[in-house]
T-cell receptor
Framework: GENVEQHPSTLSVQEGDSAVIKCTYS??????FPWYKQELGKRPQLIID?????GEKKDQRIAVTLNKTAKHFSLHITETQPEDSAVYFC???????????FGRGTSLIVHP | DSGVTQTPKHLITATGQRVTLRCSPR?????VYWYQQSLDQGLQFLIQ???????AKGNILERFSAQQFPDLHSELNLSSLELGDSALYFC??????????????FGPGTRLTVL
């Protein structure tokens, strides 16, 4: 089955800095890669996703890049704000399975 | 608000007991997924139902079972509870099982504490 590794487990940045979270996946047939943000005690919410036929996608301060050859994808957050502080999960889905496999999460802390 | 509802919000019980968690998917969604989130753990997929039928199983223990009813709400039954079952249990729903970007919408979760 699919295996998703996510790094780092914790990321601490100053407000205004950029943050990058990286994930690798094992199944080359995976074709859909969502990112979820989970604030403390709340539900995971989809913030951005990318399909395998696209290399990069942006939405205001967040962007996701995908390298199919290397089987890794990354979340980039620019001009971080304290409200960006949360746990971020990457996931990969495809290859005959419609169940996403999640990474273990990255706790992002943005210091004001 | 994602449109997915879960009850109860919190549940405290003792080891050896049995509990039932309830989930109502978004209007129009046919798929329901159950996840377990323990401390320091990511989201562990347990089981999925589509239109009343079990479609996929993940790391679900034999002590756990689920079902989806004709009105599409789902219940997750946890029995012979152990301390290690303490976790946040999320339900998610999606329209179907399309191979495309079939977004999952998560409910607010049920926090289960086993004492």
């Amino acid at each position: 089955g699919e295996n998703v590794e996510q790094h780092p487990s914790t990321l601490s940045v100053q407000e205004g800095d950029s943050a990058v979270i990286k994930c690798t996946y094992s199944d080359s047939a995976s074709n859909y890669f969502p990112w979820y943000k989970q604030e403390l005690g709340k539900r995971p919410q989809l913030i951005i996703d990318i399909r395998s036929n696209v290399g990069e996608k942006k939405d205001q301060r967040i962007a996701v890049t995908l390298n199919k050859t290397a089987k890794h994808f990354s979340l980039h957050i620019t001009e971080t704000q304290p409200e960006d502080s949360a746990v971020y999960f990457c996931a990969a889905r495809g290859g005959g399975s419609y169940i996403p496999t999640f990474g273990r999460g990255t706790s992002l802390i943005v210091h004001p | 608000d994602s449109g997915v509802t879960q009850t109860p919000k919190h549940l405290i019980t003792a080891t050896g007991q049995r509990v039932t968690l309830r989930c109502s998917p978004r209007s129009g969604d046919l798929s329901v997924y159950w996840y377990q989130q323990s401390l320091d753990q990511g989201l562990q997929f347990l089981i999925q139902y589509y239109n009343g039928e079990e479609r996929a199983k993940g790391n679900i223990l034999e002590r756990f079972s689920a079902q989806q009813f004709p009105d599409l709400h789902s219940e997750l039954n946890l029995s012979s509870l152990e301390l290690g079952d303490s976790a946040l249990y999320f339900c998610a729903s999606s329209v179907g099982m399309a191979a495309g970007n079939n977004e999952q919408f998560f409910g607010p979760g049920t926090r289960l504490t086993v004492l």
